[in-house]
């Protein structure tokens, strides 16, 4: 860094993977990781050019007029919905995400919720730790009707990076894919095979309406941005779809409505759901947390080792390429 340069000061306020964080020091970058609290991040933020987040820390109007010296806000993830994008980019500052780096990550956390759902692996890990040493029998005789993912529809709500993502997963397994997307007509999927060398399929797979993918899936799984208002799968949806469909969500919360969701879980319209968001995070309903038949995550889609380091690399590249190597 000369003279002239200023150093970059960087406020990963909900973390950054070592990799990332490397790669923005060696580029001469300060790096600060310690979280402040959302209720004292006004005070420090305009100490900062770049303010990165994920899903914790909201960045609101207040916190963006605070951050004076702020060019650039960064999320690591799919959806910008906590941060107040028109607001900021009004002042200039450049939002950014990175919805490719999660994308494999999230898609096989909603195949994880399926197969719990679908051999009642969330039940069985739960009753087998208080029983598994009395009633046995009873717990296996219990959990033994379980359904096979091969030859079932999957619907898939939102056809961007992840659903594409979770249709190569459902073609892999044999799935019936069904998905709907507003903007997107089709897609070409690559499955790769790994045997004695690299193979690749590629499957043309077209969007079919959205009532369509409501009345013939057995699987229904989101991905979507929802930034609230009106839930996109409520009373009236549900009631059009299949008697005993399961549904996923890893998108957002309250994209379900909770209640409705419930109501249809005790009618058996719905046999099971799968949920890694909620719509009152970080504290869910005790209803459907104490639900048999939801199998849970505490929002970890894109929370693997390889996802992070792939976000925090993505966003070292896209800090670079903006303010350039200060070494």
Do not use: W
Not at 44 to 68: F, M, P, Q, W
Not at 100 to 113: D, K, N, P, R, T
Not at 169 to 179: D, K, S, T, Y
Not at 275 to 287: G, I, R
């Amino acid at each position: 860094m000369t003279k002239t340069q200023k150093m970059i000061r960087i406020l990963a306020n909900d973390g950054i993977s070592d990799d990332g964080k490397l790669l923005m020091e060696e580029a001469g970058y300060e790096v600060i990781t310690k979280k402040v609290p959302q209720n004292e991040l006004c005070d420090v933020i305009g100490n900062y050019d770049v303010l990165l987040v994920r899903s914790a820390t909201k960045v609101t109007a207040e916190v963006i007029t605070a951050g004076t010296n702020l060019k650039m806000i960064g999320r690591g993830g799919v959806g910008l919905d906590n941060i107040d994008v028109e607001f900021a980019e009004s002042k200039g500052i450049i939002v950014f995400n990175t919805p490719a780096a999660s994308s494999q990550a999230v898609a096989e956390l909603a195949f994880g919720h399926m197969f719990n759902l679908a051999r009642f692996m969330h039940q069985a890990n739960r009753n087998m730790a208080l029983n598994g040493t009395t009633t046995f029998d009873t717990l296996k005789k219990d959990y033994g009707s379980g359904i096979q993912l091969r030859g079932k529809s999957l619907g898939i709500i939102g056809f961007g990076r992840i659903g594409q993502e979770v249709a190569r997963i459902g073609l892999a397994l044999g799935m019936n894919v069904l998905p709907t997307d507003l903007m997107i007509n089709e897609a070409n999927i690559d499955i790769n095979i790994f045997a004695n060398e690299k193979v690749t399929m590629n499957i043309h797979v077209p969007t079919v309406p959205y009532k369509e993918v409501l009345a013939k899936s057995d699987f229904i799984s989101l991905h979507i941005p929802f930034g609230g208002g009106k839930p996109l799968i409520g009373a009236e949806e549900i009631a059009s779809m299949k008697k005993g469909v399961y549904l996923i969500n890893t998108a957002r919360g309250g994209a379900i409505d909770e209640a409705a969701l419930l109501a249809a879980l005790g009618s058996g319209q719905v046999a099971g759901a799968g949920l890694d968001v909620f719509e009152n995070e970080p504290t869910p309903k005790a209803e459907i947390l104490a639900h048999p038949n939801i199998s849970l995550t505490p929002h970890i889609g894109a929370a693997t080792l390889e996802a992070q380091a792939n976000i925090g690399l993505e966003i070292a590249d896209r800090l670079i390429a903006f303010f350039g190597d200060q070494r």
